[in-house]
C-alpha cells in the first residue's frame, strides 16, 4: 500500500531553518504531484509547496515565497522541503501528501495519500 513516512521536523529559533522529508513507498514516485501541506492548532489546513512529477514545475503559498523550497529526488522516492528564515507563525504539522493521477504542480487538489505529518515549532 501506499506509504508516506515525514521526518525532520523539531524545534527552532525564530529565523533558523529546518529540512523536511518525505519518503515514498507504495506508488510509481515520478509519475505524481507531490506536496507539503500543514495544520496550525485552530486553523484550516493549507498547502504549503506542491511539485510536480518531473520536478520542473513548483507551487507554493504566498506565505512562504522565497522562504521555502520544495525539491524531489525520484531515484529516492522522497521529496524535501527546505525551510529557511522561519518565523513563529510557521509553526504547525506539517504532512507530505502525494496525489495520483496528477503529474502537475497545484497544491489546489484533493491530494490522495497523507503522510503522519511531523511537528515544527518556531519560538525563542
Known amino acids: 500500500q501506499v506509504q508516506l513516512v515525514a521526518s525532520g521536523g523539531g524545534l527552532v529559533q525564530p529565523g533558523g531553518s529546518l529540512r523536511l522529508s518525505c519518503a515514498a513507498s507504495?506508488?510509481?514516485?515520478?509519475?505524481?504531484?507531490i506536496g507539503w501541506f500543514r495544520q496550525a492548532p485552530g486553523k484550516e489546513r493549507e498547502g504549503v509547496a506542491c511539485?510536480?512529477?518531473?520536478?520542473?514545475?513548483?507551487d507554493y503559498a504566498d506565505s512562504v515565497k522565497g522562504r521555502f523550497a520544495i525539491s524531489r529526488d525520484n531515484a529516492k522516492n522522497t521529496v524535501y522541503l527546505q525551510m529557511n528564515s522561519l518565523k513563529p507563525e510557521d509553526t504547525a504539522v506539517y504532512y507530505c501528501?502525494?496525489?495520483?493521477?496528477?503529474?502537475?504542480?497545484?497544491?489546489?487538489?484533493?491530494?490522495?495519500?497523507w503522510g503522519q505529518g511531523t511537528q515544527v515549532t518556531v519560538s525563542s
Open positions: 507504495g506508488i510509481t514516485f515520478d509519475y505524481y504531484a
Open positions: 511539485i510536480s512529477s518531473s520536478g520542473g514545475s513548483t
Open positions: 501528501a502525494v496525489e495520483i493521477n496528477y503529474a502537475g504542480s497545484s497544491c489546489k487538489r484533493t491530494y490522495d495519500y
